[in-house]
């Protein structure tokens, strides 16, 4: 059987702060990084063979550190903006409780959970510099849905990951709270609706055994 694990990145500085993070870049608290040594603790023995992460700080120290502890940092690793968090658009920097105060309870909660619901959009894109300055710039969103990022997340699994697990590679995703919602959804059918539901922490590795035709034959994720 082939493995899949998917592994949020530790407490990032924005998340300390109950902040949107989005595409900003930064890095992860001492707690965050406290959970990524815990992460690779769990996952002791575990061999893969491939390592995909996103193009921001906090994602990729993790899979470092998750690499790191379980010797395995020969281990190719893969980062790209595919598997970047979802875009909060004006929201980033944001404080949660203040917006919540701003626009309402049930607005914030659509906008974060809801797979279709748009945040406030930037009046422009970002630049494409630093981690971006190797992609054309029409990749820079103003805000992105769920439901937006996952026309960008799910390519990148079936054209990178899922043929490795045909191979019977075990793979390790390292990504974000919105990245793994999306692959969830994916991997287990789950409806536009109930993904609303679907929560991911941080430094918790989710692991999917996979029989040759990529079905499910096990999973550690558990539905609070």
Request: charged share 25%; net charge neutral.
């Amino acid at each position: 059987m082939v493995k899949l694990v998917m592994v949020r990145h530790g407490e990032s500085i924005a998340n300390a702060l109950n902040q949107y993070t989005g595409w900003n870049n930064v890095g992860l608290t001492q707690e965050g990084v406290v959970q990524a040594h815990v992460a690779a603790k769990k996952l002791q023995g575990f061999y893969f063979d491939h390592v995909h992460t996103s193009v921001l700080q906090r994602a990729i120290i993790t899979a470092y550190i998750i690499q790191d502890d379980l010797n395995l940092n020969y281990v190719p690793i893969t980062k790209t903006w595919r598997l970047n968090e979802r875009h909060y658009g004006a929201l980033r920097g944001q404080n949660k409780d203040a917006t919540r105060r701003e626009f309402g309870v049930a607005q914030v909660h659509q906008w974060r959970r809801s797979f279709y619901s748009v945040p406030p959009e930037l009046k422009k894109p970002d630049p494409n510099v630093g981690p971006y300055k190797y992609y054309e710039s029409s990749i820079m969103p103003v805000a992105e849905s769920l439901y937006e990022a996952y026309q960008r997340i799910i390519p990148y699994y079936v054209d990178h990951v899922a043929p490795e697990l045909l191979d019977n590679k075990n793979q390790l995703i390292v990504a974000h709270g919105s990245t793994i919602r999306a692959l969830i959804k994916y991997i287990e059918g789950i409806s536009d609706q109930d993904i609303d539901g679907v929560e991911v922490e941080n430094g918790k590795p989710l692991i999917y055994e996979f029989d040759e035709k990529l079905n499910i034959v096990s999973s550690n994720r558990v539905e609070k």
